[in-house]
């Protein structure tokens, strides 16, 4: 099993101030496309992350939200 | 209701017990998006699995209990789980009869619109960003902005195939000036030299580009539409609404399937009249001076025969 692999890359490391302008695009487009609610729990570590987002979907379905999708023998 | 924690657990040690037993496999779609730190509202899972090893996963599906419940194939719709259709883009479909919701998990074999073999690159349980964004890239307008932040993603980890996954115009511009895109990716993505050259027109032909591939995906959805429908009522026939273990109905589904179902409509359709068939419905829709920046497409069928 290849796992935990990804293509080597050429490029040079991204340098602080890169890193930075990349967040900054990164958090602008989050809260752009997704609100800031949403951009929010996007930014959160791995588990708090998955936590937050365990508590949104638990919260929609406890008040009939149907997130189930049709079965139509094709996937988009 | 199974809270969704549960439920990630639950397909997390199914995809980690596959890898156990030899069969490459990794989750994709919603959940890899979350995980990869793009929350998306998603309580099914979407499973790529090698071909070959079609038969050890659905063997494996069948003898996984959640909650006491072994799982079956869902409704008639869903085609088998075999090497045969699997390789020609179908996709299978099963469920658990949790209460109040069913529990769902879609089984792909190809990753559609992947350029590159997913199997390549797999990221502990989860598919790489990279095959996650281009499955993304579906008719469906709630998937796009989850490909920009995947583009974004791969981009801060150094990775420069985000650029191939950037809708954002400012977004992409500021990709490009940073690192320049090789070769390959100028004429994977057509637009990039667009991003390069600071031209103007680069977010109409992003645009353009969003119509080509929500038609590629319409096209091919209808292909496989119109070839599932004497499958599922062949096995409509036969099912009916009886109860059988996944087994019995998997024999079903395989004596349906091969007298009525196409393994692969793509490939008898062509790839070519695919591509073709989607860039005559986007000139329709676009500029006639954008058609130049599309992508070919044809490089988006990787496996699928």
Sequence with gaps: ?76 | MIPYAELEKFFCDLVAKAQGRGIPCAITSGMACVHFGVAATTKDCDVLCNVEKSDDFRELIAETKLRGLLPNYRGNISPPLDARWMRGGWTSHFTWKTAPEESCLDIFGIAPRGSSAWEDEIFGLYASRHTVAEMKRTNRDKDWPYINALGIKLLKANDLRGCLHLYDADALSNAVATNPPPSWMLEARPSLRLALAGDERLADAIHAETVFWHRLDACRIQLYERALRPYVSAVRKVIARRAMPLAESHEIRMQCAERHLLPSPVAVHGFAQLVADAREVTSRRVHPDLMEWLPNGLSHFIGLS
Excluded: Y
């Excluded at chain 1, 490029?11 to 900054?24: G, V, Y």
């Excluded at chain 1, 949403?38 to 708090?48: D, E, Q, S, V």
């Excluded at chain 1, 998955?50 to 999708?69: F, P, Q, T």
């Design chain 1, 1 to 76: 099993m290849n796992n935990d692999v990804s293509p080597p890359s050429d490029l040079p490391p991204l340098t602080p101030a890169q890193k930075r302008q990349w967040r900054k695009i990164e958090w602008d487009f989050h809260v752009r496309a997704f609100g800031e609610e949403m951009a929010r729990i996007n930014f959160l570590p791995l588990k708090k992350r998955k936590a937050a987002v365990a508590e949104m979907i638990d919260h929609a379905r406890s008040k009939g939200v149907d997130l189930s999708r049709p079965a139509l023998g094709v996937t988009p």
